[in-house]
């Protein structure tokens, strides 16, 4: 890339800061993907190594007027990051991935942005220790400071809810440069909360330079049960009792469609690989190969008829308790029409929480982007079948040009139920998610022309799904530039927002439009 006179000495100054910084053309085109699209081009991408360079190098980029815009572990796929304005300076965080300090008295973890959920789980292990929160699926490669300002589920959701809700503090780089900390570093809120104000925000008001979580006892005893129903009517009321009855610790299930997607992505091959893990942490010898035999005479041959899949687990202190919490929930499914089957999938998931994110394409090579919304379960019936209904309005042109799709689902205590509906589409990939996906398993997927007419087809579903969610009265994690966040907010909150934001970056230069601002 050519740089101007001025860009030079911009260069030279974010440089001076310490920090690294990246202005080749392949870079700077791989960074403007995300999993779903390319954003607008970059002027540059800036990589610190600590919260001084990125103070320093952020006040830098915003006095020349640049936009300046926070990445993790770029698993985003509403647009978090991908600027609409060409010319923005993205800052990789992947550098900063300390853990600074484990309190064990007084039971929080401070941690810089760029740490992996994975790293974090690994460093905390030793002491039989996590937080209550623990990670998404792809927590090999997303970031503590990602969850923190895109929120996400998965570990834990089912009992301690979002990412964001394990939080206690931050510190914030702000759009000055400045570094602000938002509150007690031991104990949230402390009047007004003012650490959540900078949560789930998709880095539209600051960018987090340090993280100090809750920690909570790694359970000593666990539980797994998997269930099969006919209608996505049972599954979803079986949810629902099961998140109110708190029992899970995560509670998630597939469609018959995407079912059907996992089956043909995974093999047994795959699953005995990750048996191994699974056998080890078993408490003895005997029954790491009692349930060994148990996974490989199951196979994955359970699931080729089964409808609708519900996937629960439970933790404990004895294995009593774990063990009481898996017979009530199979007393909830039994009401509701399900029946029990092998438990494979919970263990071994569980055995490997952060497996590399090679589902990011379809087993065919297709593309993949999922759209979702959190409802109550008073809703989630007449949601899901909306959302079978938009589909049917539409299935012939998705059958036309090979467009399909397949929803997964799972509770999020104390708020809901996520509803993901997720779009696969014959078409071209990106260096993003090829560099995501393990090279033998992207050696075995074909590469796939770009195809305008499904790509406008996922295009016009998306949207059309997110209106849907709207009108449904979903909310959302990972807002990013996607979500209508706005519509939905009390004008006179939505005014409130706005006058913080001009406040903390009154030349709106922190990633700017996410989150609509």
């Not at 607008?40 to 952020?58: F, I, M, N, Q």
């Not at 029990?340 to 071994?348: C, F, G, S, Y």
Request: glycine share 10%; proline share 5%.
């Amino acid at each position: 890339m050519m740089a101007s006179k001025a860009n030079t000495n911009i260069f030279d100054e974010l440089l001076a800061s310490g920090a690294e910084v990246l202005i080749d053309a392949a870079t700077l085109d791989y960074y403007a993907h995300d999993v779903y699209e390319r954003g607008a081009d970059l002027t540059a991408v800036v990589r610190p190594h600590d919260k001084g360079e990125l103070a320093a190098s952020v006040a830098t980029a915003t006095a020349h007027g640049l936009q300046v815009i926070p990445r993790g572990g770029g698993m985003s796929y509403t647009g978090g990051y991908t600027s609409k304005t060409a010319g923005a300076v993205l800052f990789d965080l992947a550098k900063m991935d300390r853990v600074l300090d484990i309190n064990e008295s007084d039971m929080t973890v401070t941690v810089e942005p760029g740490c992996t959920w994975a790293k974090l789980q690994e460093t905390l292990k030793p002491k039989s220790l996590r937080t209550p929160f623990w990670g998404t699926l792809s927590g090999i490669y997303a970031t503590v400071g990602g969850g923190m300002s895109q929120n996400s589920i998965f570990w834990g959701s089912g009992r301690h809810g979002t990412a964001v809700q394990s939080c206690v503090s931050l510190e914030v780089v702000l759009a000055d440069g400045t570094i602000m900390q938002t509150g007690s570093d031991f104990s949230r809120p402390y009047g007004p909360d003012l650490t959540g104000l900078f949560l789930a925000d998709t880095g539209a008001m600051g960018m987090k330079a340090s993280i100090t979580l809750r920690l909570v006892p790694e359970a000593k005893a666990h539980g797994y049960a998997s269930f099969t129903f006919d209608t996505h009517a049972q599954v979803l009321s079986a949810i629902g009792d099961i998140e109110r009855a708190g029992i899970a610790t995560e509670c998630f299930g597939f469609d018959p469609n995407l079912n059907a997607i996992r089956m043909r992505r995974d093999s047994l091959a795959t699953d005995a690989k990750q048996l191994v893990s699974m056998m080890k942490k078993q408490g003895s010898v005997l029954k790491a190969l009692t349930e060994g035999a148990k996974v490989v005479a199951a196979g994955r041959n359970f699931m080729e008829e089964a409808s609708f899949s519900l996937h629960v687990l439970a933790e404990g202190r004895i294995q009593e308790a774990a063990g009481a919490d898996i017979s009530e929930a199979r007393l909830i499914v039994a009401k509701h029409g399900g029946k029990e089957t092998e438990n494979t999938i919970p263990k071994i998931v569980r055995a490997n929480p952060f497996s590399p994110p090679n589902s990011m394409r379809g087993p065919e090579g297709e593309r993949w982007a999922p759209i979702h919304g959190l409802v109550p379960h008073s809703k989630a019936v007449a949601c899901y079948q909306a959302i079978l209904n938009l589909f049917a309005q539409h299935q012939d042109e998705m059958d036309a040009l090979g467009v399909h799709h397949g929803t997964l689902i799972a509770a999020v205590g104390g708020s809901g139920t996520v509803i993901e509906p997720c779009l696969y589409w014959p078409d071209a990939s990106n260096p993003f998610i090829d560099d995501m996906i393990e090279d033998a398993h992207l050696a075995k997927l074909p590469n796939l022309p770009h195809n305008p007419a499904a790509w406008a087809l996922v295009q016009k579903l998306k949207q059309k799904i997110v209106d849907l969610f709207f009108e449904q009265g979903a909310i959302h994690f990972q807002i990013g530039r996607t979500y209508r966040y706005q519509d939905g907010l009390d004008p006179r909150a939505m005014k409130l927002l706005k006058a913080v934001k001009d406040h903390l970056d009154p030349q709106s230069k922190m990633n700017p439009g996410s989150l609509g601002l």
